[in-house]
Nanobody, 120 residues
């Protein structure tokens, strides 16, 4: 079993900052890649940012220069630093982790989601 626990969402004014965290625990052999997705009401879930095991990052055009994804390999934790937040960033944010489990195989796991609301 693998568990992902997200934290860090909340309400922030436009221009503000938030930092999301996602900690993975359980039957983890190694982590292949980590990412953050978001889903706004009435819209499809979209990729926000991703980071590979080697540290290569990828961002949606809408967040480039404002958001930064990072990870702590020792803690099996990923982070999303969100700066210069805009109302259009309002969504439920989900972490996603691709994990090689101790029993073998590569599996995709999702966090429970955390609400980010950008509003004055």
């Amino acid at each position: 079993q693998v568990q992902l626990v997200e934290s860090g969402g909340g309400l922030v004014q436009p221009g503000g900052s938030l930092r999301l965290s996602c900690a993975a625990s359980g039957s983890i052999f190694s982590i292949n890649a980590m990412g953050w997705y978001r889903q706004a009401p009435g819209k499809q879930r979209e990729l926000v940012a991703a980071i590979t095991s080697g540290g290569r990052t990828n961002y949606a055009d809408s967040v480039k220069g404002r958001f930064t994804i990072s990870k702590d390999n020792a803690k099996n934790t990923e982070y999303l630093q969100m700066n210069s937040l805009k109302p259009e960033d309002t969504a439920v944010y989900y972490c996603n982790v691709q994990i090689f489990t101790v029993v073998g195989g590569l599996y995709n796991f999702w966090g429970q989601g955390t609400q980010v609301t950008v509003s004055s």
